[in-house]
Protein backbone atom coordinates (compact mmCIF):
# COMPACT_ATOMS: atom_id res chain seq x y z
CA UNK A 1 0.00 0.00 0.00
CA UNK A 2 0.86 3.76 -0.99
CA UNK A 3 0.93 6.45 1.80
CA UNK A 4 0.81 10.16 0.93
CA UNK A 5 0.79 12.85 3.25
CA UNK A 6 -1.56 16.02 2.30
CA UNK A 7 -1.85 19.66 3.74
CA UNK A 8 -5.62 20.64 2.63
CA UNK A 9 -6.90 24.71 2.76
CA UNK A 10 -10.55 25.62 4.03
CA UNK A 11 -11.28 29.05 3.12
CA UNK A 12 -14.80 30.23 3.78
CA UNK A 13 -15.74 33.89 3.22
CA UNK A 14 -19.13 35.61 3.24
CA UNK A 15 -20.62 32.21 3.00
CA UNK A 16 -18.03 31.16 0.11
CA UNK A 17 -15.70 28.36 -0.03
CA UNK A 18 -12.74 28.38 -2.18
CA UNK A 19 -12.71 25.39 -4.51
CA UNK A 20 -9.94 23.94 -7.28
CA UNK A 21 -11.32 21.88 -10.30
CA UNK A 22 -8.67 18.55 -10.17
CA UNK A 23 -8.09 17.43 -13.72
CA UNK A 24 -7.81 13.33 -14.04
CA UNK A 25 -6.03 11.75 -16.65
CA UNK A 26 -9.12 10.35 -18.12
CA UNK A 27 -10.45 14.51 -18.89
CA UNK A 28 -13.17 14.41 -15.90
CA UNK A 29 -13.16 17.61 -13.72
CA UNK A 30 -13.46 16.67 -9.95
CA UNK A 31 -14.24 19.87 -7.48
CA UNK A 32 -12.05 19.78 -4.23
CA UNK A 33 -10.11 21.81 -1.75
CA UNK A 34 -6.85 23.59 -2.74
CA UNK A 35 -3.87 21.33 -1.23
CA UNK A 36 -1.98 18.54 -2.03
CA UNK A 37 1.30 16.22 -1.23
CA UNK A 38 3.47 17.66 1.76
CA UNK A 39 7.15 17.32 -0.21
CA UNK A 40 10.04 15.81 1.84
CA UNK A 41 11.22 17.52 4.55
CA UNK A 42 8.36 20.56 4.42
CA UNK A 43 6.32 21.27 7.14
CA UNK A 44 2.20 20.75 6.52
CA UNK A 45 1.99 24.09 7.62
CA UNK A 46 3.61 25.78 5.07
CA UNK A 47 2.72 23.21 2.55
CA UNK A 48 -0.84 24.49 2.88
CA UNK A 49 0.37 27.79 1.99
CA UNK A 50 2.26 26.75 -1.02
CA UNK A 51 -0.10 24.88 -2.42
CA UNK A 52 -2.69 27.67 -2.54
CA UNK A 53 -0.53 29.59 -4.28
CA UNK A 54 0.54 27.45 -6.97
CA UNK A 55 -3.38 26.01 -7.29
CA UNK A 56 -5.26 29.57 -7.17
CA UNK A 57 -2.50 32.26 -7.09
CA UNK A 58 -3.88 33.43 -4.05
CA UNK A 59 -1.96 34.03 -0.73
CA UNK A 60 -3.37 32.10 1.94
CA UNK A 61 -2.40 32.68 6.16
CA UNK A 62 -3.20 29.65 8.00
CA UNK A 63 -5.81 30.83 10.70
CA UNK A 64 -6.14 27.32 13.23
CA UNK A 65 -5.46 23.28 12.39
CA UNK A 66 -8.95 21.91 12.16
CA UNK A 67 -8.31 18.00 11.91
CA UNK A 68 -6.85 15.17 10.36
CA UNK A 69 -8.62 12.62 7.75
CA UNK A 70 -6.74 8.82 7.04
CA UNK A 71 -8.93 7.38 4.00
CA UNK A 72 -8.12 4.40 2.08
CA UNK A 73 -8.25 5.24 -1.87
CA UNK A 74 -8.18 1.60 -3.20
CA UNK A 75 -6.06 0.97 -6.22
CA UNK A 76 -9.34 0.70 -8.70
CA UNK A 77 -10.25 4.08 -7.64
CA UNK A 78 -6.64 5.80 -8.33
CA UNK A 79 -6.23 7.93 -11.11
CA UNK A 80 -2.97 5.82 -12.64
CA UNK A 81 -3.48 2.32 -13.35
CA UNK A 82 -1.22 -0.14 -12.01
CA UNK A 83 -0.84 1.83 -8.78
CA UNK A 84 -1.79 -0.35 -5.36
CA UNK A 85 -4.34 0.60 -2.71
CA UNK A 86 -3.00 4.46 -1.41
CA UNK A 87 -3.63 5.58 2.37
CA UNK A 88 -4.41 9.72 2.02
CA UNK A 89 -3.51 10.93 5.48
CA UNK A 90 -4.72 14.47 5.22
CA UNK A 91 -3.97 17.95 7.75
CA UNK A 92 -6.64 20.37 7.42
CA UNK A 93 -6.02 23.83 8.22
CA UNK A 94 -8.77 27.05 8.20
CA UNK A 95 -6.90 29.71 6.23
CA UNK A 96 -7.81 32.96 5.29
CA UNK A 97 -6.98 35.02 1.63
CA UNK A 98 -4.27 37.81 2.49
CA UNK A 99 -3.83 38.66 -1.22
CA UNK A 100 -2.68 37.30 -4.66
CA UNK A 101 -4.98 36.92 -7.33
CA UNK A 102 -7.46 33.99 -8.61
CA UNK A 103 -6.05 32.44 -11.72
CA UNK A 104 -5.93 28.64 -12.76
CA UNK A 105 -2.73 26.70 -12.10
CA UNK A 106 0.17 27.25 -14.53
CA UNK A 107 0.81 23.22 -16.31
CA UNK A 108 -0.64 21.87 -12.95
CA UNK A 109 -3.12 19.34 -11.82
CA UNK A 110 -6.23 22.19 -11.29
CA UNK A 111 -7.98 23.58 -14.54
CA UNK A 112 -9.41 26.47 -12.23
CA UNK A 113 -10.33 28.01 -9.18
CA UNK A 114 -13.59 29.19 -8.01
CA UNK A 115 -15.37 31.03 -4.83
CA UNK A 116 -18.68 28.64 -4.64
CA UNK A 117 -21.58 29.33 -2.28
CA UNK A 118 -21.30 26.91 0.40
CA UNK A 119 -25.01 26.29 -0.02
CA UNK A 120 -24.22 24.81 -3.68
CA UNK A 121 -21.68 22.35 -2.69
CA UNK A 122 -24.12 19.49 -2.29
CA UNK A 123 -24.69 19.54 -5.96
CA UNK A 124 -21.45 19.33 -7.75
CA UNK A 125 -19.33 16.68 -8.20
CA UNK A 126 -16.60 16.30 -5.84
CA UNK A 127 -14.14 14.64 -3.73
CA UNK A 128 -15.32 13.68 -0.32
CA UNK A 129 -12.45 16.25 0.97
CA UNK A 130 -14.30 19.04 0.70
CA UNK A 131 -17.24 17.59 2.85
CA UNK A 132 -14.58 16.59 5.35
CA UNK A 133 -13.06 20.28 5.39
CA UNK A 134 -16.44 21.71 5.38
CA UNK A 135 -17.77 19.35 8.09
CA UNK A 136 -14.25 20.15 10.11
CA UNK A 137 -14.72 24.05 9.46
CA UNK A 138 -18.18 23.85 10.44
CA UNK A 139 -18.36 21.78 13.74
CA UNK A 140 -14.55 22.55 15.00
CA UNK A 141 -14.23 19.23 16.72
CA UNK A 142 -12.70 19.10 19.79
CA UNK A 143 -10.78 15.89 18.19
CA UNK A 144 -10.10 17.07 15.29
CA UNK A 145 -11.78 14.34 13.34
CA UNK A 146 -14.89 13.20 11.98
CA UNK A 147 -17.12 10.61 10.88
CA UNK A 148 -15.79 9.49 7.02
CA UNK A 149 -17.92 10.95 4.19
CA UNK A 150 -19.88 8.03 2.14
CA UNK A 151 -19.21 7.70 -1.15
CA UNK A 152 -21.61 7.60 -4.19
CA UNK A 153 -23.38 9.87 -6.14
CA UNK A 154 -21.90 13.24 -6.66
CA UNK A 155 -18.94 12.49 -4.00
CA UNK A 156 -15.79 10.47 -4.72
CA UNK A 157 -12.59 9.62 -3.41
Do not use: K
Request: charged share 25%; net charge negative.
Amino acid sequence: MDMRLAAYAVCIEDGRVLLVQAVEPDGRRTWTLPGGRVEHAEDPFDAVVREVAEETGLDAVVERLLGVDSRVVPAAARWSPGRSDLQNVGIFYRVRIQGGRLRPEPNGDTAGAVWTPVAEIAGLGRSSLVDVGLALAQTLPATGHVAPVPLGGLIRH
